[in-house]
């Protein structure tokens, strides 16, 4: 099994610009997650989805735009790339909402100048 | 909102010693999970330990325990017989029970075995 998949692993934006940072996962998952890690810091919450069709923000949700569309997808949009926004993301994901484990990506460092 | 607070950004320990990294947490809930993931170079998040708030016992995995201490809010890590593939980034993290797997984390303690 592949686990949890992100691609691209690196990008360089230029402000002002837009991506989609991929995520997808093959364990059957229904929650999946969107994370952020600035240098030195631990991981803070984007978005997060329990199921396909529902998404619902995090802790640092603005500038970000989720979709689930399908169980295994669960992608990340960024419109209008902003410095502020110069980090590594991680997709996770997990079997249900009790204390299930969840499986992370490996990242994707993102740099905006 | 619960707050989770390392309080050692860098520790090192020399090979085959024991180190012990501090987390400390702060929340009103009484029903939650801990956690320590271990995120080395490669920057791979690695589930290292997990335990239940509700359990008075300890958890252990091989060569990692925890000293959990409900009232006192504190979840620190034990690292037995330390060895260079435990040099990584370890952060602790809270997860509220029932609160769809959101965790938060604490800012990371640099743990460096030295050979």
């Known amino acids: 099994n592949a686990g949890v998949t992100q691609t691209p692993k690196f990008r360089i934006l230029k402000i002002g610009q837009s991506m989609t940072l991929q995520c997808a996962q093959d364990?059957?998952?229904?929650?999946m997650y969107w994370y952020r890690q600035d240098p030195g810091m631990g991981l803070k919450l984007i978005y997060y989805s329990v199921g396909a069709g529902i998404t619902d923000k995090g802790e640092v949700p603005n500038g970000y735009n989720v979709s689930r569309s399908t169980t295994e997808d669960f992608p990340l949009r960024l419109e209008l790339a902003a410095p502020s926004q110069t980090s590594v993301y991680f997709c996770?994901?997990?079997?249900?909402?009790?204390?299930?484990?969840?499986?992370f990506g490996n990242g994707t460092r993102l740099t905006v100048t | 909102a619960q707050t989770v607070t390392q309080s050692q950004p860098e520790m090192s320990v020399q090979e085959a010693e024991t180190v012990t990294l501090s987390c400390t947490y702060d929340?009103?809930?009484?029903?939650?999970?801990l956690f320590w993931y271990k995120q080395p170079p490669s920057r791979q998040m690695i589930l290292v330990i997990r335990q239940e708030a509700y359990k008075q016992q300890n958890a252990t995995e091989n060569r990692f325990s925890v000293n959990f201490q409900k009232a006192a809010k504190s979840f620190s890590l034990k690292i037995s017989d330390s060895q260079l593939g435990d040099t990584a980034m370890y952060f602790c993290a809270f997860m509220k029970r029932n609160a769809g797997n959101m965790l938060t984390f604490g800012g990371g303690t640099r743990l460096m075995v030295k050979p």
């Open positions: 929340t009103s809930e009484n029903n939650y999970y």
């Open positions: 364990m059957n998952h229904n929650y």
């Open positions: 996770a994901s997990s079997y249900s909402g009790g204390s299930s484990p969840l499986h």
